[in-house]
Each structure stands twice: as structure tokens, then as C-alpha cells.
């Protein structure tokens, strides 16, 4: 995909045009962006030279700009991910995804939710860049297969299997999804517990095999090691129970198309706390608390 010679009469009315359509697709360029990187800030760095590709490309020789847009954007994000993945290896402690507001667009551009939720972001993340693209585009979007193939540059039985490859590692490991008012409820008696110390009252809604991901990013204070099976999670969450809860203020909001919890101390949101749950226990703990990361997140999200 070259861009166009220099002083190529695009010309201002043209330009004008151009962001007419952009600004048209952008909502579904970013939810496919966000979807692949895991990043609200790493998409919008994305689109940005998504804009500047657009504007000085040739676009009287693009017939469906669309269709175009969306294969610069997922191409840009495959090599964007090939190099985060080495970033990541560095990264310390557990890297999570950053979450976004989706009460103005809970679907992020998508015709549906998929691969929005912090649990399949976190599953996507074992795939290939490629298998990721395809899943993303078909899962969420609902792309044809012809499209994908296009995009991914490969041909469409391959594609197609792409697809279905991913989709079963997906399914494999997500566990199954509950109601968003059952989330609700085990969330708020995790932090009822959780603030309390209740050890007991911990372990009776914790999973066997609960993890508990703590992202600091190295700027705050947090876990650097994932802390596995429920009666470790809950000893540890009382070992911190008196000092981290102190001046803690808990609001309900939906991030990532799911409850979470926003801790906020001071007026400022400092922690966003989500749940993942299997059956009726809680089989993932995720504290998001890189500063770097929550700041989208207000406390009306």
C-alpha cells in the first residue's frame, strides 16, 4: 500500500472529503483498532497515522474506502502487536488491558460485544497478530470471509480456517459467561468481603483456581507475580485489607461491556476492579491500576 507522489492534487476540497469519510468509519476503525492492541492509547496512536495514510493516498483509485480503511488499520495493528509483543515481555508484573468507557458506544463501532470483554482480551492475547485480525474482524464485525482473506493477505480457505482456529482457543478456555446482574452481585460481595478481611466470606465466593492479575505497570505499588488458588487469593487480600481500603470510596460502572467497580480516593479513580466468573464462583480478579492506563476511566464511565 504506497502512498501517493508528493503534491498530488488531492486539493482542500478533496481533503474535506476525505475527512467526511474517515470521521464516517472511525467509530468501527477504533473498535477494531482497540480489539486488537488492547489499548485505547495504542489505537488512537494507530488512527492517527491511519488520517495521514488516508490523506495523502491516491484516493481516486480506491474504490471502496471502507473496505480500505479497515485493511490499513488491521495491518497497521498486526505489525503494531508483532513489536508490543516484545514490549509486554518487559512489562512488569502482569500486563492487563486498558479499560475504556463504553456507556457513550458499548460496542465500540461492532454489531456486537465480542471480544470486548477484559477475559477475551486476555485470551486474544495468546494468538498470532494474524489469527487475532481474523478473529476480530469476523467475531466482531462480522466481515465476510473474502473480505478477511483480503486483509490478512492470505487465501480465503486459509483465512477460514484462521477463523475457526482461533475461535475454538477462544472457546476452549473462556469459561461460561454469566448475566451481568449475577456479575454485579458476586462483585460487590468480593469487595464487601475483600474490604472487610473476611476470609471466609472470600473463599466461600472465590473458584478453587482463582487468579488475581494486579497491573501497576511499575508506577504503583501492585503484585508483580499473578497470585493463584482462593485461599491464597483471600489471605492475601486480607493481609493488605486494613491500609489499601482506607479512604476508599466504590462506585458501580461499566467498562468493557461489563461491570467493574472504580475505586476512588481523593475524588480520583485509582483502581478499576473487574471480576471474571465461572458457574457462581469467581475465577479471575483483575486490578487495574497503572495510572497510565485508568486515566480514560472516569467516575461516571
Known amino acids: 500500500m504506497e502512498a501517493e507522489p508528493a503534491g498530488h492534487p488531492n486539493g482542500s476540497e478533496g481533503l474535506d472529503d476525505a475527512l467526511e469519510v474517515f470521521a464516517r468509519v472511525r467509530p468501527r476503525l477504533f473498535g477494531i ?9 495504542e489505537a488512537e496512536d494507530l488512527l492517527q ?9 491516491d484516493r481516486s483509485t480506491v474504490a471502496e474506502p471502507a473496505a480500505f480503511l479497515a485493511t490499513t488499520t488491521t495491518r497497521l495493528a498486526i505489525n503494531v502487536l508483532q ?12 500486563w492487563l488491558p486498558e479499560p475504556v468507557d463504553t456507556a457513550a458506544d458499548p460496542y465500540l463501532g461492532a454489531e456486537r460485544g465480542e471480544a470486548l470483554s477484559f477475559a477475551v482480551l486476555l ?36 483465512a477460514r480456517q484462521l477463523v475457526s482456529r482461533a475461535r475454538k482457543r477462544v472457546r ?24 472487610a478481611g473476611d476470609l471466609a466470606g472470600l473463599e466461600k465466593i472465590l473458584a ?28 492475601y487480600l486480607r493481609a493488605f485489607a486494613s491500609h489499601f481500603w482506607t479512604g476508599v470510596e466504590v462506585e458501580a460502572a461499566t467498562v468493557n461491556g461489563q461491570p467493574v467497580a472504580l475505586l476512588t480516593r481523593d475524588g480520583e479513580v485509582f483502581t478499576v476492579l473487574s471480576v471474571g466468573v465461572a458457574g457462581d464462583r469467581i475465577d479471575q480478579v483483575l486490578w487495574m491500576m497503572n495510572p497510565a492506563k485508568i486515566g480514560g476511566v472516569s467516575r461516571t464511565a
Open 208 to 235: 478453587a483456581d482463582v487468579v488475581s492479575y494486579s497491573d501497576g505497570g511499575g508506577a504503583v505499588r501492585a503484585s508483580k507475580f499473578p497470585v493463584v488458588g482462593a485461599e491464597r487469593v483471600a489471605k
Open 83 to 94: 513489536s508490543a509483543r516484545v514490549r509486554r515481555e518487559t512489562y512488569v508484573g502482569p
Open 172 to 195: 476452549a478456555e473462556r469459561r461460561t459467561t454469566v448475566s451481568d446482574a449475577e456479575q454485579r452481585r458476586l462483585l460487590d460481595a468480593f469487595v464487601a468481603a475483600a474490604r
Open 123 to 158: 485470551l486474544l492475547e495468546r494468538l498470532s497478530p494474524t489469527e487475532r485480525a481474523a478473529y476480530v474482524l469476523r467475531e466482531a464485525f462480522d466481515y465476510p470471509y473474502p473480505l478477511i482473506a483480503d486483509i490478512v493477505q492470505l487465501s480465503e480457505p486459509a
Open 49 to 57: 497515522d491511519v488520517w495521514l495514510r488516508w490523506q495523502s493516498y
Open 33 to 41: 483498532a482497540y480489539r486488537m492492541l488492547g489499548s485505547s492509547t
